[in-house]
């Protein structure tokens, strides 16, 4: 990315970092199934549990975004000797830094949602 001239300070490094942050979380699902995860840490994840859990996902988009998670060192897969062969996931200790995204994105959609009730119903 070009700096521009009079770029205020760090506002372009800023902006590349909002980037690549974007890059790797953006998109409808992927902060949603690391969310997810992160709540059933200590649950097995199946691929299946998660397509019915996650509702609206579609089994193409969800291990598309596995895969991107995957690649990005936020979850791990894991195959399972049974029979049939099942996949679990779950959030890495990388992943869980995702929280510091997470929580307060969910705080703010919180408020903006009643915010919206509020003028919405007027109370």
């Known amino acids: 990315m070009k700096i521009p001239k009079g770029d205020p300070p760090a506002c372009t490094q800023n902006l590349l970092a909002m980037r690549d942050t ?9 902060l949603l199934i690391l969310h997810y995860l992160i709540f059933r840490e200590h649950e097995q994840n ?25 690649n990005n060192l936020l979850v791990k897969r894991q195959v399972n000797d049974t029979k049939p062969i099942t996949v679990s996931y779950s959030v890495t200790e990388y992943g869980k830094t995702a929280t510091e995204i997470i929580f307060p994105l969910v705080s703010w959609g919180t408020k903006h949602r009643n915010m919206i009730i509020t003028q919405q119903t007027g109370r």
Do not use: Q, V, Y
């Open 22 to 30: 974007l890059d790797i979380l953006g998109g409808k699902w992927k």
């Open 46 to 70: 199946t691929f299946k549990k998660m397509e019915r859990d996650i509702e609206g996902i579609s089994a193409k988009m969800l291990s598309k975004e596995l895969k991107d998670l995957e």
